[in-house]
C-alpha cells in the first residue's frame, strides 16, 4: 500500500513562523517518513494556495505587484521547507502550472456538464464605494455562530464553521472600511446539503480526531449550505465555464483539483505519465494534514466535490488536524511582529532540533506554546544532555568492544523486552489511526531514560578490568547497542539526519529501516563521529530581529 500525503497548501502572504510549521508540513513530512520507515511507499505533496484573497490584500499593503509578492513568498516558504529536509520532491507553485490550471479547469467543466455545478442567483454582500461583492479576506465583522467579532468571510476561524458572508453580523469592507449592503449575484453553485448521506458513510471510515468528528456532526445537524464555487474576484483561476468567464473559481473548491494535479505533477517527475494520476490516486491512501479551522472544507466540501466529480474516486483515508501552536502563550501574530520565523530560527538551530522540538510540543489535540525557555530545556538538558551522554559512553565503548554482540543475560534480555513495548507504542503513533508526534518523541525521550538507567545501573558491576564478569559485560553493552540502534531507527521520522548519523556510527549501512529490536553488528574497526548534539544558546534578537527593532522604534517615536 502506497500513502499520498499532503499539508493543506500554505498562502504565500508571508514567510512561514513556527507556528505554521508546527502543524500541517512537520505532520505530512513525519508520517510521509514514518510509512517510509517500514517499507511502505509515500509521497508528500505540497505547495502553494497562492489564490487566496489574502494575497492581493498584501501586495496592496506593501504597495507591491501581486506576482512579485507571490514569487518572492513562495520562495520564502521552498527555502524553509528544504531547510527542516522535509521530503516534498516539489513546491507546487500553481502560477507556473500548465498542469494545474487545466485540471482545475477541467473539473468544475465536467461538474458543470454534469449538472453537479448550477448557475443560480445567491445573496452577496456588496460595497458601494469599492464596487465590488465581498467574500473572504475583503470583509470582516461578527461570526453568526460563535460570536468572534474578527470573523473573515467564508470562515470562522475560531469555531471552524463556514458563513456565508451575509450572514455576518455588522460585516464591514477590509477595503475601504465602509458598511457593505445585501445584494446578490448569479454564480455556478454547488448543493452540499445533496451530500449529506454520502458524508455521514464516509465519516464513518476515514480515520480523524474526536474534535473533528464532533464539528462534522454539529455541521451535518445543523444543515450544510449551497456553496457558490466561482466569486466576483480579480484574482484566482479564471472561471471556463461559458457565462461566469468574468468570475474565478472559488480557491477552496480549486484545493481539489489542486490535489490530483501535484499528484500528477510528482509522477512525472518519478518518470511517470500526468495521465496515471487517477489510478495512483485509487490505489493509495490519502492522508491529509490540515489546521484544525480547515476541518469543514476538508471533512465535508472536499470530499463532497471528489464524490460529484467522480463517484469511482476513493476518499481520503485519514484527515489529520492541529490547533494553533502560540508563541509566549500568545497567539502568533504577523502583523503585531510576534512571531519567530523559520527561516530565522533555522540560521540559529539544527533543523533535526527544530524538528525535534515542533514534533515534541506540536498542538495536535489542543493549544500548545512556544517558548525559547522551553526550548533551551529540550535542545539542552535533554538532546546536548541526556542524549548526547549516554550515546557517547555506549560508542566508546562499543568501538573499545572485542567482542561484537553476544546473547542477553536474562535481566538484560527483560530490559531489552521493555523496549520492544516502548517501540510498539511509538510506532503506533506514527501510524494514521492514532498519529501523534508528541507521542512518537516522548516515546524516544522515554527511550533514552530507560537506557541511560539502564547503563548507569551496569556501571557499578563493570568491575576493575580484572577480567571477571566480562561475559555479563558483553552482554550489558549488546543491550545498550540495541538500544542505540532502536533509538536511530524510531527517531529518524522526526530527526533524519541524526538517525541516519546514529545508525552509520554503529556499523549499520544506509538509511535507518524498521527491521526487529536487534543489537547492530558493531566490532573495533568502527571510529564514529559522536557528535550529534551540541548546547545552544539562542537569544530573542537572534530569532525575532525586526520585532525588536519595531519597538524600540515605537519607543523612541513615542
Ligand atoms: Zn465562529
Ligand atoms: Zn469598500
Redesign the pocket.
Known sequence: MSAIVSGSPPTPNGDLHLGHLSGPYSGADIYTRARRLIGEDAEFLVGSDVHQSYLPEKARELGEDVHEVAERFDGEIERVFARLGFTNRQFVRPQQSELHFAFVQEFFERLHKTAKIQARELPSIY?D??EIHLVDAYLTGTCPHCGNDDCDGNLCEKCAWPNSCVDLIEPR?N??G?R?RPSSLERLVFPLGEYADDLRRFHRTVAMSPQLEALCDELLAHGLPDIAVTQPMPWGVPATVPGFERQRYYVWAEMVPGYFAALAESLTLRGRTAGEWRDEWNRSDAVQFFGWDNGYFHSLLFPALMTAYDPELRLPAALLTNEFYQLDDLKFSTSRQHAIWGNDFLTVVPADVCRFVLALDRPEHRQTSFSLEKFHAIANDELAGRWQTWLEGVLDRAAASDTGPVPLSPAHSRFVHTLETLAADCLQSYTAASFSTGRSARALVELVARASDFTETQGRSRGDGSGAGEQLRASALTAETTAARLLAQLAAPIMPSFGAALWRALGEAGEPTWDEVKAPPFERAIAPDRSFFSALHVAVDDVRPERDSDSVVAEVGV
Do not use: D, M, T, Y
Request: net charge neutral; charged share 0%.
Open positions: 460595497c464605494s469599492c469592507c477595503l475601504c465602509g457593505p
